[in-house]
C-alpha cells in the first residue's frame, strides 16, 4: 500500500487483519475472529472503545525508520454514504492499548469490518534465549540422575 506522506509516507504491508464477526453486545461471544495470530481484539464495556494488543512472540522492530499502524474500517454505512475509518500511527513504547478516539462516527453510522495492523517492516519475533534450551536440558539430565538413584536404593 502507497501511503500519502507525512508520517505515513513509505511502501506499507499488511501484516495482519482481525474481520468483526458479529454484533458487539452478544453475551457469551467475541465479536473479533483472528487469522494471523499477530495481535488480539477484546471489547470493552462501551461500544466505541475496544483494547488491542501485539502476541507473543511478535513485537515491534524498534529501529527509529520502521513505522506501524492500524487502520480500523467502518462497514457498510446505514444512512450516510461517506465510509468511516480511522488510522492510528502506533508509538513503538506500547504493545497494548485502547482505541477509543475517533471511533463513535464508524460505531454509530457504520459499524466495524476489521482491523489491520500494516508496517514498513515485519515484527520482530522475540528469540527463546538459548540458555532456556540449555536449562531443559539440564532439567532432563537431574531427572534421570535422580531416578537412578532411586532405583539404587530400592535394590
Known amino acids: 500500500m502507497d501511503a500519502l506522506g507525512g508520517d505515513f509516507a513509505g511502501v506499507w504491508e499488511l501484516l495482519g487483519k482481525i474481520d468483526r464477526d458479529i ?14 495470530g499477530v495481535f488480539s481484539i477484546t471489547d470493552t464495556d462501551d461500544p466505541n472503545k475496544f483494547n488491542w494488543t501485539l502476541n507473543f ?4 522492530d524498534l529501529d527509529p525508520t520502521v513505522k506501524y499502524a492500524f487502520a480500523i474500517k467502518g462497514g457498510a454505512p446505514r444512512s450516510d454514504p461517506e465510509t468511516y475509518n480511522a488510522v ?5 513504547d506500547y504493545t497494548s492499548g485502547m482505541f477509543k478516539d475517533k471511533l ?24 527463546l534465549p538459548a540458555t532456556g534450551w540449555l536449562m531443559l536440558g539440564m532439567l532432563g ?9 532411586r532405583k539404587q536404593k530400592a535394590a
Open 104 to 127: 463513535e462516527d464508524i460505531a454509530i453510522t457504520a459499524d466495524w469490518s476489521n482491523v489491520r495492523l500494516f508496517g514498513t517492516s515485519s515484527l520482530t519475533v522475540i528469540p
Open 23 to 36: 454484533a458487539p453486545g452478544v453475551p457469551g461471544t467475541s465479536p473479533w475472529t483472528a487469522d494471523t
Open 88 to 92: 492510528y500511527l502506533m508509538d513503538k
Open 141 to 149: 539430565v537431574g531427572a534421570v540422575a535422580a531416578n537412578r538413584k
Open 57 to 60: 512472540p511478535y513485537t515491534w
